[in-house]
Protein backbone atom coordinates (compact mmCIF):
# COMPACT_ATOMS: atom_id res chain seq x y z
CA UNK A 1 0.00 0.00 0.00
CA UNK A 2 1.25 3.29 -0.79
CA UNK A 3 1.81 6.34 1.21
CA UNK A 4 -1.36 7.90 -0.86
CA UNK A 5 -3.43 4.95 -0.04
CA UNK A 6 -2.60 4.84 3.38
CA UNK A 7 -3.76 8.54 3.41
CA UNK A 8 -6.65 7.77 2.22
CA UNK A 9 -7.69 5.08 4.42
CA UNK A 10 -6.87 7.07 7.04
CA UNK A 11 -9.04 10.04 6.16
CA UNK A 12 -12.13 7.40 5.68
CA UNK A 13 -11.59 5.70 8.95
CA UNK A 14 -11.66 9.49 10.16
CA UNK A 15 -14.52 10.30 8.41
CA UNK A 16 -16.48 7.41 9.58
CA UNK A 17 -15.87 7.89 13.29
CA UNK A 18 -17.34 11.62 12.47
CA UNK A 19 -20.25 9.63 11.69
CA UNK A 20 -20.72 8.21 15.00
CA UNK A 21 -22.86 9.77 17.55
CA UNK A 22 -22.22 8.56 21.33
CA UNK A 23 -26.08 9.16 22.92
CA UNK A 24 -26.42 8.08 26.67
CA UNK A 25 -29.70 5.99 28.09
CA UNK A 26 -32.82 7.73 27.98
CA UNK A 27 -31.94 9.39 24.92
CA UNK A 28 -33.01 8.65 21.69
CA UNK A 29 -32.10 9.82 18.14
CA UNK A 30 -34.26 10.10 14.93
CA UNK A 31 -32.72 9.67 11.76
CA UNK A 32 -33.36 10.12 8.37
CA UNK A 33 -31.93 10.49 4.78
CA UNK A 34 -34.11 12.07 2.56
CA UNK A 35 -35.44 14.42 4.97
CA UNK A 36 -39.37 12.70 4.60
CA UNK A 37 -39.25 9.04 6.63
CA UNK A 38 -37.77 9.31 10.16
CA UNK A 39 -36.73 6.14 12.24
CA UNK A 40 -36.08 6.04 15.82
CA UNK A 41 -32.86 4.83 16.72
CA UNK A 42 -31.53 3.91 20.29
CA UNK A 43 -28.43 3.91 22.09
CA UNK A 44 -26.86 0.14 20.72
CA UNK A 45 -25.60 -2.39 23.17
CA UNK A 46 -22.78 -3.99 21.13
CA UNK A 47 -21.08 -0.57 20.85
CA UNK A 48 -22.19 1.12 24.30
CA UNK A 49 -22.30 0.27 28.17
CA UNK A 50 -24.61 1.31 30.77
CA UNK A 51 -24.83 4.70 30.52
CA UNK A 52 -25.08 4.87 26.65
CA UNK A 53 -24.03 3.73 22.99
CA UNK A 54 -23.37 4.79 19.63
CA UNK A 55 -25.73 5.95 16.58
CA UNK A 56 -24.57 6.59 13.33
CA UNK A 57 -25.46 8.85 10.95
CA UNK A 58 -26.18 8.01 7.38
CA UNK A 59 -22.50 7.99 5.61
CA UNK A 60 -23.19 8.92 2.22
CA UNK A 61 -25.03 11.69 0.03
CA UNK A 62 -27.13 13.73 0.28
CA UNK A 63 -25.69 12.79 4.23
CA UNK A 64 -29.39 12.88 5.90
CA UNK A 65 -30.31 14.74 9.18
CA UNK A 66 -29.66 13.21 12.75
CA UNK A 67 -31.62 14.69 15.42
CA UNK A 68 -31.57 13.90 19.53
CA UNK A 69 -34.24 14.09 22.64
CA UNK A 70 -34.01 13.39 25.66
CA UNK A 71 -35.53 12.78 29.21
CA UNK A 72 -34.81 15.68 31.56
CA UNK A 73 -31.11 14.41 33.06
CA UNK A 74 -33.01 15.96 37.32
CA UNK A 75 -35.42 15.11 39.13
CA UNK A 76 -37.56 18.56 40.24
CA UNK A 77 -39.46 18.81 43.53
CA UNK A 78 -39.93 21.99 45.28
CA UNK A 79 -37.14 20.41 48.07
CA UNK A 80 -34.47 19.91 46.03
CA UNK A 81 -32.88 18.63 42.86
CA UNK A 82 -32.08 15.46 42.38
CA UNK A 83 -29.79 13.52 39.12
CA UNK A 84 -31.79 10.70 37.76
CA UNK A 85 -30.78 7.59 36.68
CA UNK A 86 -31.36 8.43 32.98
CA UNK A 87 -29.01 10.93 33.40
CA UNK A 88 -26.04 11.15 30.88
CA UNK A 89 -23.48 10.60 33.57
CA UNK A 90 -24.34 10.48 36.75
CA UNK A 91 -21.99 12.17 39.29
CA UNK A 92 -23.32 12.38 42.30
CA UNK A 93 -21.44 12.60 46.31
CA UNK A 94 -21.23 9.95 47.92
CA UNK A 95 -24.15 9.85 49.97
CA UNK A 96 -26.01 9.71 46.14
CA UNK A 97 -28.21 12.74 47.36
CA UNK A 98 -28.54 16.41 45.23
CA UNK A 99 -29.19 19.43 46.80
CA UNK A 100 -31.86 21.51 48.54
CA UNK A 101 -32.75 24.87 46.64
CA UNK A 102 -31.77 26.77 50.01
CA UNK A 103 -27.97 25.11 49.47
CA UNK A 104 -27.65 26.14 46.32
CA UNK A 105 -25.83 29.29 46.35
CA UNK A 106 -24.38 29.09 42.70
CA UNK A 107 -25.27 27.43 39.29
CA UNK A 108 -22.84 27.06 36.67
CA UNK A 109 -21.79 25.39 33.84
CA UNK A 110 -18.13 24.61 31.87
CA UNK A 111 -18.77 22.86 28.84
CA UNK A 112 -20.39 19.65 29.33
CA UNK A 113 -20.86 19.96 33.02
CA UNK A 114 -23.48 20.96 35.58
CA UNK A 115 -21.76 22.38 38.51
CA UNK A 116 -24.06 23.73 41.36
CA UNK A 117 -21.82 25.10 44.24
CA UNK A 118 -18.37 24.21 42.30
CA UNK A 119 -19.21 20.66 42.58
CA UNK A 120 -20.17 18.79 39.80
CA UNK A 121 -23.82 17.99 39.77
CA UNK A 122 -23.94 15.97 36.33
CA UNK A 123 -22.09 15.61 33.04
CA UNK A 124 -24.52 16.30 29.99
CA UNK A 125 -23.54 15.65 26.01
CA UNK A 126 -23.73 19.28 24.89
CA UNK A 127 -22.76 22.84 26.33
CA UNK A 128 -26.12 23.97 25.23
CA UNK A 129 -27.98 21.25 27.24
CA UNK A 130 -25.79 22.24 30.17
CA UNK A 131 -26.44 25.85 29.89
CA UNK A 132 -30.41 25.57 29.77
CA UNK A 133 -30.43 22.97 32.72
CA UNK A 134 -28.20 25.89 34.79
CA UNK A 135 -30.85 28.55 33.70
CA UNK A 136 -33.58 26.39 34.82
CA UNK A 137 -31.37 25.73 38.15
CA UNK A 138 -31.38 29.62 38.29
CA UNK A 139 -34.68 30.81 38.39
CA UNK A 140 -36.35 27.73 40.60
CA UNK A 141 -33.02 28.71 42.73
CA UNK A 142 -34.71 32.57 43.14
CA UNK A 143 -38.13 31.58 43.40
CA UNK A 144 -40.46 31.11 46.34
CA UNK A 145 -41.71 27.41 46.92
CA UNK A 146 -45.53 27.87 45.28
CA UNK A 147 -43.94 29.64 42.20
CA UNK A 148 -41.10 26.76 42.02
CA UNK A 149 -44.43 24.08 41.28
CA UNK A 150 -45.51 26.47 38.49
CA UNK A 151 -42.04 26.51 37.15
CA UNK A 152 -41.88 22.82 37.69
CA UNK A 153 -44.89 22.12 36.04
CA UNK A 154 -44.26 24.23 33.16
CA UNK A 155 -40.81 22.96 32.67
CA UNK A 156 -42.32 19.68 32.19
CA UNK A 157 -45.12 20.81 29.92
CA UNK A 158 -42.50 22.82 27.91
CA UNK A 159 -40.63 19.59 26.78
CA UNK A 160 -43.50 18.59 24.54
CA UNK A 161 -43.77 22.06 22.97
CA UNK A 162 -45.04 20.69 19.69
CA UNK A 163 -45.24 24.33 17.92
CA UNK A 164 -41.84 24.90 19.16
CA UNK A 165 -40.34 21.85 17.91
CA UNK A 166 -41.94 22.55 14.55
CA UNK A 167 -40.89 26.06 14.84
CA UNK A 168 -36.59 24.99 15.56
CA UNK A 169 -37.02 22.27 12.50
CA UNK A 170 -38.40 25.19 9.87
CA UNK A 171 -35.52 27.79 10.80
CA UNK A 172 -32.67 24.78 10.83
CA UNK A 173 -33.80 24.22 7.29
CA UNK A 174 -33.83 27.69 6.43
CA UNK A 175 -30.03 28.72 8.03
CA UNK A 176 -28.70 25.21 6.71
CA UNK A 177 -29.51 24.78 2.84
CA UNK A 178 -26.34 26.13 1.64
CA UNK A 179 -24.58 24.05 4.09
CA UNK A 180 -26.58 20.79 3.22
CA UNK A 181 -24.78 21.35 -0.03
CA UNK A 182 -21.75 22.82 0.56
CA UNK A 183 -21.13 19.41 2.88
CA UNK A 184 -22.75 17.19 0.24
CA UNK A 185 -19.88 19.07 -2.27
CA UNK A 186 -17.05 18.37 -0.10
CA UNK A 187 -17.58 14.54 0.46
CA UNK A 188 -18.00 14.01 -3.73
CA UNK A 189 -14.74 15.96 -3.71
CA UNK A 190 -13.07 14.71 -1.14
CA UNK A 191 -14.22 11.18 -1.74
CA UNK A 192 -14.74 10.82 -5.57
CA UNK A 193 -13.50 13.66 -7.79
CA UNK A 194 -9.86 13.59 -5.61
CA UNK A 195 -9.18 10.06 -6.32
CA UNK A 196 -10.82 10.01 -9.94
CA UNK A 197 -7.77 13.00 -10.59
CA UNK A 198 -5.18 11.68 -9.06
CA UNK A 199 -5.56 8.09 -10.74
CA UNK A 200 -5.84 9.89 -13.87
CA UNK A 201 -3.52 12.71 -13.87
CA UNK A 202 -0.90 11.82 -11.30
CA UNK A 203 -0.79 13.28 -7.81
CA UNK A 204 2.50 15.67 -8.73
CA UNK A 205 0.15 17.75 -11.28
CA UNK A 206 -2.74 18.03 -9.75
CA UNK A 207 -2.00 18.46 -5.62
CA UNK A 208 -1.86 22.23 -5.87
CA UNK A 209 -5.33 22.60 -7.37
CA UNK A 210 -7.32 19.83 -5.24
CA UNK A 211 -5.61 21.62 -1.97
CA UNK A 212 -7.16 24.88 -2.96
CA UNK A 213 -10.22 23.37 -3.94
CA UNK A 214 -10.43 21.83 -0.29
CA UNK A 215 -9.54 25.01 1.00
CA UNK A 216 -12.40 26.64 -0.45
CA UNK A 217 -15.31 24.00 0.59
CA UNK A 218 -13.56 23.64 4.35
CA UNK A 219 -13.55 27.28 4.20
CA UNK A 220 -16.74 28.03 2.89
CA UNK A 221 -18.64 25.06 5.40
CA UNK A 222 -16.68 26.74 8.08
CA UNK A 223 -18.26 30.22 7.58
CA UNK A 224 -21.57 29.28 6.82
CA UNK A 225 -21.47 26.75 10.25
CA UNK A 226 -20.79 29.87 11.86
CA UNK A 227 -23.86 31.79 10.36
CA UNK A 228 -26.34 29.25 11.20
CA UNK A 229 -25.13 28.71 14.96
CA UNK A 230 -25.22 32.36 15.65
CA UNK A 231 -28.74 32.49 14.58
CA UNK A 232 -29.81 29.05 16.25
CA UNK A 233 -27.83 29.03 19.13
CA UNK A 234 -26.79 32.64 19.89
CA UNK A 235 -24.82 32.34 23.36
CA UNK A 236 -23.20 29.47 22.54
CA UNK A 237 -19.77 31.47 21.01
CA UNK A 238 -17.48 29.23 22.85
CA UNK A 239 -19.03 25.85 21.49
CA UNK A 240 -19.11 27.94 17.39
CA UNK A 241 -15.66 28.96 17.88
CA UNK A 242 -14.04 25.26 18.77
CA UNK A 243 -16.12 23.65 15.66
CA UNK A 244 -15.23 26.81 13.49
CA UNK A 245 -11.59 26.06 13.90
CA UNK A 246 -12.02 22.07 13.84
CA UNK A 247 -13.97 22.94 10.44
CA UNK A 248 -10.92 24.73 9.30
CA UNK A 249 -8.54 21.86 9.63
CA UNK A 250 -10.51 18.73 9.17
CA UNK A 251 -12.10 18.23 6.02
CA UNK A 252 -13.70 15.14 7.28
CA UNK A 253 -14.96 16.54 10.45
CA UNK A 254 -16.42 19.60 8.36
CA UNK A 255 -18.61 16.77 6.06
CA UNK A 256 -20.75 16.69 9.15
CA UNK A 257 -21.00 20.02 10.25
CA UNK A 258 -24.39 19.59 10.04
CA UNK A 259 -24.83 17.38 12.24
CA UNK A 260 -23.59 19.51 14.91
CA UNK A 261 -26.69 22.10 14.54
CA UNK A 262 -28.85 19.46 14.29
CA UNK A 263 -28.42 17.34 16.94
CA UNK A 264 -28.30 20.60 19.61
CA UNK A 265 -31.60 21.60 18.04
CA UNK A 266 -34.09 19.69 20.07
CA UNK A 267 -31.85 17.91 22.90
CA UNK A 268 -34.11 20.01 25.77
CA UNK A 269 -37.40 17.95 24.41
CA UNK A 270 -38.77 15.01 25.15
CA UNK A 271 -38.32 12.13 22.53
CA UNK A 272 -42.06 11.21 22.63
CA UNK A 273 -42.73 14.93 21.64
CA UNK A 274 -40.41 14.94 19.08
CA UNK A 275 -41.89 11.44 17.47
CA UNK A 276 -45.01 13.21 17.50
CA UNK A 277 -44.03 15.51 14.93
CA UNK A 278 -41.90 13.64 12.90
CA UNK A 279 -42.22 9.73 13.00
CA UNK A 280 -45.41 7.93 11.71
CA UNK A 281 -48.45 6.91 13.86
CA UNK A 282 -47.07 3.41 14.90
CA UNK A 283 -43.63 4.57 15.79
CA UNK A 284 -45.33 7.15 18.27
CA UNK A 285 -47.57 4.93 19.05
CA UNK A 286 -44.07 2.61 19.97
CA UNK A 287 -42.66 4.79 21.54
CA UNK A 288 -45.34 6.84 23.80
CA UNK A 289 -45.82 3.06 25.35
CA UNK A 290 -42.38 2.30 26.22
CA UNK A 291 -41.78 5.73 28.10
CA UNK A 292 -45.38 5.56 29.67
CA UNK A 293 -44.71 2.16 31.05
CA UNK A 294 -41.29 3.25 32.44
CA UNK A 295 -43.11 5.96 34.36
CA UNK A 296 -45.91 3.96 35.36
CA UNK A 297 -44.03 0.84 36.65
CA UNK A 298 -41.06 2.29 38.09
CA UNK A 299 -38.13 0.15 38.35
CA UNK A 300 -37.50 -0.42 42.30
CA UNK A 301 -33.79 -0.58 42.05
CA UNK A 302 -34.06 3.44 40.36
CA UNK A 303 -37.26 4.02 43.02
CA UNK A 304 -37.53 4.04 46.97
CA UNK A 305 -34.19 5.10 48.90
CA UNK A 306 -33.33 4.53 52.39
CA UNK A 307 -33.62 8.75 52.14
CA UNK A 308 -37.30 9.67 52.50
CA UNK A 309 -36.33 13.09 51.58
CA UNK A 310 -34.48 11.71 48.12
CA UNK A 311 -37.44 9.47 47.98
CA UNK A 312 -40.33 11.80 48.18
CA UNK A 313 -38.64 14.14 45.41
CA UNK A 314 -38.33 11.46 43.17
CA UNK A 315 -41.55 10.28 44.05
CA UNK A 316 -43.27 13.67 43.43
CA UNK A 317 -41.36 14.42 39.84
CA UNK A 318 -42.15 10.97 38.52
CA UNK A 319 -45.83 11.92 39.38
CA UNK A 320 -45.52 15.61 37.21
CA UNK A 321 -43.51 13.48 33.95
CA UNK A 322 -46.57 10.98 33.86
CA UNK A 323 -49.17 13.42 34.30
CA UNK A 324 -47.82 15.62 31.36
CA UNK A 325 -46.68 12.86 29.21
CA UNK A 326 -50.18 10.96 29.85
CA UNK A 327 -52.11 14.98 29.08
CA UNK A 328 -49.58 15.12 26.04
CA UNK A 329 -50.88 11.29 24.65
CA UNK A 330 -54.61 12.30 25.42
CA UNK A 331 -54.49 15.96 23.20
CA UNK A 332 -52.79 13.91 20.38
CA UNK A 333 -55.55 11.35 20.32
CA UNK A 334 -54.06 8.09 22.11
CA UNK A 335 -55.43 6.48 25.36
CA UNK A 336 -52.73 5.84 27.59
CA UNK A 337 -54.69 3.16 29.62
CA UNK A 338 -55.09 1.53 25.49
CA UNK A 339 -51.71 1.73 25.43
CA UNK A 340 -50.75 -0.06 28.21
CA UNK A 341 -53.03 -3.35 27.69
CA UNK A 342 -51.67 -6.38 28.22
CA UNK A 343 -49.92 -8.09 25.74
CA UNK A 344 -51.35 -11.71 23.99
CA UNK A 345 -50.11 -14.56 25.75
CA UNK A 346 -47.41 -16.09 23.92
CA UNK A 347 -48.27 -19.76 25.07
CA UNK A 348 -50.75 -21.33 26.74
CA UNK A 349 -47.93 -21.63 29.73
CA UNK A 350 -47.42 -18.28 29.93
CA UNK A 351 -49.58 -16.90 32.86
CA UNK A 352 -48.02 -13.97 33.78
CA UNK A 353 -46.10 -11.27 32.76
CA UNK A 354 -44.19 -7.74 33.73
CA UNK A 355 -46.09 -4.66 32.91
CA UNK A 356 -42.77 -2.53 32.85
CA UNK A 357 -40.51 -4.70 30.43
CA UNK A 358 -43.72 -7.11 28.92
CA UNK A 359 -41.35 -10.23 29.31
CA UNK A 360 -43.89 -12.91 30.12
CA UNK A 361 -43.13 -15.41 33.11
CA UNK A 362 -44.95 -19.45 33.34
CA UNK A 363 -45.92 -18.12 37.21
CA UNK A 364 -48.81 -16.41 38.12
CA UNK A 365 -47.48 -14.29 41.11
CA UNK A 366 -43.68 -12.96 41.53
CA UNK A 367 -41.60 -9.98 40.57
CA UNK A 368 -39.46 -9.20 37.32
CA UNK A 369 -35.65 -9.54 38.83
CA UNK A 370 -34.79 -7.38 35.31
CA UNK A 371 -36.77 -4.54 36.11
CA UNK A 372 -35.66 -4.14 40.07
CA UNK A 373 -38.60 -6.04 41.58
CA UNK A 374 -41.55 -4.90 39.55
CA UNK A 375 -44.69 -7.00 40.42
CA UNK A 376 -45.70 -9.26 37.74
CA UNK A 377 -49.81 -8.68 36.30
CA UNK A 378 -51.70 -11.24 35.70
CA UNK A 379 -52.41 -12.56 31.36
CA UNK A 380 -55.78 -12.75 29.91
CA UNK A 381 -56.79 -16.30 28.80
CA UNK A 382 -56.64 -16.56 24.81
CA UNK A 383 -60.01 -18.06 25.24
Known amino acids: MSDLQLLFLVLTLLYLWECACW ?41 GTVLMG ?19 ARQLDQNGSGFGWSEIQRAEARGKKVLVNGQLLLKVHSPLLASKVVQLLRSLTQASQPEREKLIRQASRDAFDGPRIEQAWHDLKGQTSGLRLATNALFIYLF ?32 RFHRAHKTLFPAAEDERFTHFLIFLLSP ?11 RSLLESYHPVAIAKVFCPAVRFE ?16 EGPRQDVTIEVAERYWQAVSQRTLEDFLKRSGLDPEALLKPPAPTDETCLSYCPR ?25 KV
Open 23 to 63: TSRGSVAFRSWLGRRWRVAHPGTLLGNQRGGFIFSHPVPPL
Open 70 to 88: TQFPLALSPESVLVTGASV
Open 192 to 223: VLSPVLIWHVGFGRCWLPLLAGLLGLTCTIAI
Open 252 to 262: ATAIRALDVLS
Open 286 to 301: ALARTYLRELRYQSLS
Open 357 to 381: CLAQFTTREGVCADCGGVPLARLKS
